[in-house]
């Protein structure tokens, strides 16, 4: 069975603060990673993805295997960036699996 | 391009009532999904689709059924409303014969908020 875990459901930082937020998965495999993001009154979208390897809106994210962790990571943390986040696990072609989710809030 | 369109947007049932929500998406993708988003709970998988004319369980099936007669169009059914089924259900889509489905980003819906009494 797959599994992702997102430990904080709420998460506040102050602008400009570095922020993470956590994510850790259970799979046998070897999964593919996603971080989604849903903005207020928004579609979700995707973020960023553990293949592409890519910083997106400043974003970035490392697969820790050993660790079994995706934690999304900015270092200086906008306004802009205040929304709902998930951590999404993909280990088939088939099902992705989301995590409960974190609410990022960035105060001014 | 739409991309991932629902309808409707929002819904009231009473208990025991039915419904069908419609997703249509027009990017030739293979793979379908229904999820219902819930408070502290995330997303949740109800039913998925891997090509037109199939269909599967996902961790929440039970109350709802699932039809994919076209390949653009997914319709999730509730046969007879029950209030725990009121929450917000996103439909997704993804995967095409160029890209790989296995890691392929989802494309969602705009949502639809279905509040049972």
């Known amino acids: 069975a797959q599994r992702v875990t997102q430990p904080e459901k709420l998460l506040s930082v102050f602008k400009g603060a570095p922020v993470e937020l956590k994510c850790n998965y259970s799979?046998?495999?070897?999964?593919?990673l996603f971080w989604y993001v849903q903005y207020s009154r928004q579609r979700l979208q995707l973020l960023l993805r553990?293949?592409s390897r890519e910083s997106i809106k400043g974003f970035t994210a490392d697969l820790n295997k050993g660790e079994t962790s995706f934690h999304l990571k900015k270092p200086f943390a906008q306004e802009e960036d205040s929304a709902m986040y998930y951590c999404a696990l993909s280990g088939s072609a088939r099902q992705l699996t989301f995590g409960s989710g974190t609410q990022l809030t960035v105060l001014p | 391009n739409a991309g991932v369109t629902q309808t409707p947007k929002f819904r009231v049932l009473k208990t025991g009532q039915s419904m069908t929500l419609l997703c249509a998406q027009d990017?030739?993708?293979?793979?379908m999904y229904w999820y219902r988003q819930d408070p502290g709970m995330g997303l949740r998988l109800i039913h998925y689709s891997v090509g037109e004319g199939t269909t599967a369980k996902g961790e929440v099936p039970d109350g709802y059924n699932v039809s994919r007669l076209k390949k653009q169009n997914f319709l999730l059914g509730l046969e007879s409303a029950a209030p725990s089924q009121t929450s917000v259900y996103f439909c997704?889509?993804?995967?095409?014969?160029?890209?790989?489905?296995?890691?392929?980003?989802?494309?969602f819906g705009n949502g639809t908020r279905l509040t049972v009494t």
């Open positions: 997704a889509s993804r995967g095409n014969r160029v890209q790989s489905s296995y890691n392929s980003p989802l494309h």
């Open positions: 799979y046998s495999g070897s999964p593919e």
């Open positions: 553990h293949i």
């Open positions: 990017m030739n993708h293979e793979y």
